[in-house]
């Protein structure tokens, strides 16, 4: 079956633009999460969806940063005015609340730059 | 609070010898661990999950680790590198579901022939 999908593969902006990058979870998995990975460092928590609501965004870094999950299955993380050091890449996750433990399964990520 | 301690920031092994790339965790309760593996360009892959039933876990491609719970330790290992392991490898940690991954900062791991 089909895995975490991320669009864009890569994105290219400029410092100040606004950008978003999808996530299409696992067909039924019902908790969604973003992770953002900087240059030689493991993946830091953004935020969680437990269907449609975060359930936890203490890992957003300022208000420039959101999320979204309307449907409770495609999501959308909004970034404005973005800096340089915005510079990452950018993961989604996906798990079902079947699944033993916490296993997450990754999508192959959005590298975003800010030039 | 977790928290994750991955030991080494890079090892190197020659094709045929052991792996050790070694995990310390912090964890208030009983907490579920992960080996992740990260081949350049490439998403994460689970390589395997100590969930509280058998201590020792096997994974994919031979790796396996051991969790102990004395040493707060969860080193994972292979008894024979292969040129295709050569990747980046992450400790992570989680108390429960439906909570945020805690990732070590990854160990690279070298294989030469």
């Known amino acids: 079956g089909a895995g975490v999908s991320q669009t864009p593969s890569n994105k290219v902006t400029e410092k100040g633009k606004y950008v978003e990058l999808r996530c299409d979870p696992i067909?039924?998995?019902?908790?969604l999460y973003w992770y953002r990975q900087s240059l030689g460092q493991g993946p830091e928590f953004l935020i969680y969806?437990?269907?449609?609501?975060?359930?936890?965004d203490s890992g957003l870094p300022n208000d420039r940063f959101f999320a979204v999950r309307p449907e409770g299955s495609v999501s959308t993380l909004k970034i404005q005015r973005t800096e340089r050091g915005d510079s990452a890449v950018y993961l989604c996750?996906?798990?079902?609340?079947?699944?033993?433990?916490?296993?997450?399964?990754f999508g192959p990520g959005t590298r975003l730059t800010v030039l | 609070a977790q928290s994750v301690t991955q030991l080494d920031s890079h090892v190197s092994v020659s094709e045929g010898t052991p792996v050790l790339l070694r995990c310390n965790y912090s964890?208030?309760?009983?907490?579920?661990l992960f080996w992740y593996v990260q081949h350049p360009n490439k998403g994460l892959q689970l390589l395997l999950k100590?969930?509280?039933?058998?201590?020792l876990v096997k994974g994919i491609n031979g790796f396996e680790a051991e969790f102990k719970k004395s040493e707060t330790s969860f080193h994972l290992t292979k008894p024979s590198a292969h040129m295709s392991d050569a990747a980046e490898y992450f400790c992570?940690?989680?108390?429960?579901?439906?909570?945020?991954?805690?990732f070590g900062k990854g160990t690279t791991l070298s294989v030469s022939s």
């Open positions: 996750a996906s798990s079902s609340s079947r699944q033993p433990g916490n296993e997450q399964f």
């Open positions: 067909s039924g998995h019902t908790a």
């Open positions: 969806f437990q269907g449609t609501g975060a359930a936890d």
């Open positions: 964890s208030s309760y009983s907490p579920s």
């Open positions: 100590y969930t509280s039933a058998a201590t």
């Open positions: 992570v940690v989680s108390e429960e579901a439906g909570t945020a991954l805690i």
